[in-house]
């Protein structure tokens, strides 16, 4: 008898302990399948069902990083920084089995869209791109040879007037990734905000080396040649620029400054003037007063 009620007591134990292994399984596979079914939604440019199915997805499983990070995305295409920035974290949570530098990514990235909206105080930016260097530093944690996280990084600290730091990330992410032409634009730029043009030349000389189709590349190199007095070499550069993008406003107002500065007064004018035709609303009013001052002084006769 007692060997019976062992046996007995075996099977209870084994029956109740197997079908609660089956459930939680059973939760994560409707999880994924309601994960990939909001990828097909996404896809097709249904959001906001995308959106519904990775809800469900996350009520079915509350541990499943990955259907956070992809609710984290979804937010992301719409725009919805706050939510994504949440999504994302619940990511990072529940990522204990398979840590995923990724997912750190892309929460800098939300934190740092956060700080670059309009109407946000100086505070708040600050705190968000320090938020979002933390995140890009955490993410490079776990994968060193995330140049994009070195890029991004680079670009916050130069906002945060930081230019050593932010010198030493652009040079990271030029050494992980030697074709990634921004990384080149940004620092040959940044050094001629900071009043060091020659420094600047040769960063950007470099860069058109590895990759001669940029115009961003070449319009920063004339920028800098201009800034060094050195306008028949700028030309140069701004007309290189402007044959691989004619509509490029940086281009032209360089390319008139630089005719001016020869005073050759039809070519000035002329580039100057279509600055001024293309000219939005975020072109400072210090840039477009410099344009027509200059077309003025060059239809002077005298």
């Known amino acids: 008898m007692r060997r019976i009620t062992l ?3 075996l099977v209870i134990s084994f029956s109740i302990s197997v079908p609660a292994c089956n459930l939680a399984s059973r939760e994560r596979v409707e999880s994924i399948k309601l994960m990939n079914e909001a990828i097909e939604l996404s896809k097709k440019g249904n959001v906001s069902g995308a959106e519904k199915a990775l809800q469900q997805a996350i009520a079915r499983d509350k541990s499943h990083a990955a259907a956070h990070f992809t ?3 979804v937010y992301k295409k719409q725009q919805k920084w706050v939510d994504a920035e949440k999504a994302f974290a619940g990511a ?8 995923n530098g990724k997912y750190y990514y892309e929460m800098g990235v939300s934190q740092s869209a956060q700080g670059n909206a309009d109407g946000v105080s100086s505070a708040e930016r600050e705190t968000k791109f320090n938020a979002a260097i933390q995140s890009f530093q955490d993410a490079l944690k776990l994968n060193p040879r995330l140049y994009k996280a070195h890029y991004r990084t680079a670009v916050l600290y130069e906002k945060l007037d930081q230019p050593t730091k932010a010198d030493v990330e652009y040079r990271k992410t030029i050494e992980l990734k030697p074709t990634h032409s921004p990384a080149f634009v940004k620092l040959g730029n940044m050094y001629i ?3 060091h043009a020659n420094v600047a030349m040769r960063v950007l000389e470099i860069g058109t080396e590895i990759n001669d189709k940029d115009a961003r590349m070449w319009n920063g190199l004339g920028r800098a040649l201009l800034s060094l007095n050195r306008p028949k070499e700028a030309i140069d550069a701004f007309t290189k620029a402007k044959a691989i993008d004619p509509d490029m406003i940086d281009v032209l107002f360089g390319l008139g400054m630089a005719y001016a500065e020869l005073r050759k007064r039809k070519e000035a004018a002329e580039n100057l003037e279509a600055f001024l035709s293309k000219a939005s609303g975020d072109v400072p009013p210090d840039r477009i007063k410099v344009a027509r001052d200059t077309i003025a002084r060059m239809n002077d006769a005298i």
């Open 193 to 195: 905000d900071y009043g």
């Open 71 to 73: 609710l984290g995305q």
């Open 7 to 9: 046996l007995a007591a």
């Open 92 to 99: 990072i949570e529940n990522m204990s089995e398979s840590p």
